[in-house]
């Protein structure tokens, strides 16, 4: 695609505008594409200020941004006039410890990471061996505070620590630098799994089905529901007593009571989840995802709600 020059110059002026700045589906609020989402996510963990563009509020930006970096898909992302990449790009240099570098700051200094594990997780973990397993596990802990579990070898920058029965636990830098007092525990019965409980986790937005909304609504239970979803699509289908996110909709946000209970919803769960997670940061103590979304509502609830 040639790029005409007024389009090139308008995208090398957003590009200089800023030290970071990220082209990307959605704002930084409301991402409307989960690898937009998954870099802002990561960005948020390094700093307070950066600047995003739109490209769903400027088709020639949105092409011209491709044609511009030779790159094909958005998000993309440009450090000090540099591009840097996409999502997967992104993931990997913080997965390395090699993102606050790009940024141009020292790496946090790495503590001595420290976790047990209990007499049903270690059981539990030798039930679950094969016999070619090795007798280590990989604990990774993600910039959101996700885990993942699993016997794998160690690899050359792991930290190490001896958990008992003869197990290691293996993590890399940037899980180690999120593992301080972790513990993990094995609960049986019907939903039986690990259990992992970090102290240095911060609040989690929780999930909310439609059927136990609908409850909480019915009860007389005072909740604010807020829309972050387009004003075109709201206008196809919307919850009665939901308010849109716009401009208008912020200010609602901002005036309301930060112990206040607040859902977020979108068509399907993930642009509200983004969402909830960018106001849970911002202070505000009891925030939910609505599971599903409008679609999961007219699903499970409301059948008079149009699909789309």
């Given at each position: 695609?040639?790029?005409?020059?007024?389009?090139?110059?308008?995208?090398?002026?957003?590009?200089?505008?800023?030290?970071?700045?990220?082209?990307?589906?959605?704002?930084?609020?409301m991402p409307q594409c989960g690898f937009s989402a998954t870099v802002v996510?990561?960005?948020?963990?390094?700093?307070?200020?950066?600047?995003?563009?739109?490209?769903?509020?400027?088709?020639?930006?949105?092409?011209?941004?491709?044609?511009?970096?030779?790159?094909?898909?958005?998000?993309?992302?440009?450090?000090?006039?540099?591009?840097?990449?996409?999502?997967?790009?992104?993931?990997?240099?913080?997965?390395?410890?090699?993102?606050?570098?790009?940024?141009?700051?020292?790496?946090?200094?790495?503590?001595?990471?420290?976790?047990?594990?209990?007499?049903?997780?270690?059981?539990?973990?030798?039930?679950?061996?094969?016999?070619?397993?090795?007798?280590?596990?990989?604990?990774?802990?993600?910039?959101?505070?996700?885990?993942?579990?699993?016997?794998?070898?160690?690899?050359?920058?792991?930290?190490?620590?001896?958990?008992?029965?003869?197990?290691?636990?293996?993590?890399?830098?940037?899980?180690?630098?999120?593992?301080?007092?972790?513990?993990?525990?094995?609960?049986?019965?019907?939903?039986?799994?690990?259990?992992?409980?970090?102290?240095?986790?911060?609040?989690?937005?929780?999930?909310?089905?439609?059927?136990?909304?609908?409850?909480?609504?019915?009860?007389?239970?005072?909740?604010?529901?807020?829309?972050?979803?387009?004003?075109?699509e709201r206008s196809r289908a919307k919850i009665d007593g939901t308010t849109l996110?716009?401009?208008?909709?912020?200010?609602?946000?901002?005036?309301?009571?930060?112990?206040?209970?607040?859902?977020?919803?979108?068509?399907?769960?993930?642009?509200?989840?983004?969402?909830?997670?960018?106001?849970?940061?911002?202070?505000?103590?009891?925030?939910?995802?609505?599971?599903?979304?409008?679609?999961?509502?007219?699903?499970?609830?409301?059948?008079?709600?149009?699909?789309?």
């Amino acid at each position: 695609m040639a790029l005409d020059p007024a389009t090139h110059q308008k995208i090398e002026q957003l590009i200089a505008s800023d030290e970071v700045v990220l082209f990307m589906k959605g704002r930084r609020t409301m991402p409307q594409c989960g690898f937009s989402a998954t870099v802002v996510q990561i960005l948020n963990q390094h700093l307070e200020e950066y600047t995003t563009v739109n490209v769903l509020a400027d088709p020639e930006i949105r092409e011209g941004v491709k044609a511009f970096s030779n790159w094909p898909t958005i998000p993309q992302l440009y450090i000090k006039g540099e591009f840097v990449g996409g999502c997967d790009i992104v993931r990997d240099l913080e997965a390395k410890g090699e993102f606050q570098k790009l940024l141009g700051k020292a790496p946090a200094p790495v503590e001595q990471p420290s976790l047990t594990f209990t007499k049903a997780a270690l059981d539990a973990l030798e039930e679950a061996r094969a016999p070619s397993d090795p007798r280590s596990i990989r604990l990774e802990i993600s910039p959101t505070f996700s885990y993942g579990l699993g016997f794998e070898p160690a690899r050359p920058d792991d930290h190490a620590i001896e958990v008992g029965d003869g197990y290691t636990v293996l993590l890399d830098a940037q899980s180690a630098r999120r593992c301080r007092g972790v513990k993990v525990d094995f609960v049986g019965g019907v939903q039986a799994g690990f259990k992992i409980d970090n102290p240095l986790e911060p609040p989690k937005v929780k999930q909310l089905s439609p059927g136990e909304l609908k409850h909480r609504l019915a009860a007389g239970e005072k909740l604010a529901i807020f829309d972050v979803r387009t004003a075109d699509e709201r206008s196809r289908a919307k919850i009665d007593g939901t308010t849109l996110l716009d401009a208008a909709g912020q200010r609602v946000l901002e005036a309301t009571s930060k112990d206040q209970p607040i859902v977020f919803h979108c068509h399907h769960g993930g642009r509200s989840q983004a969402a909830a997670e960018h106001f849970l940061k911002l202070g505000y103590s009891k925030v939910y995802n609505l599971t599903g979304g409008i679609d999961a509502w007219s699903l499970e609830v409301d059948p008079a709600v149009p699909r789309y």
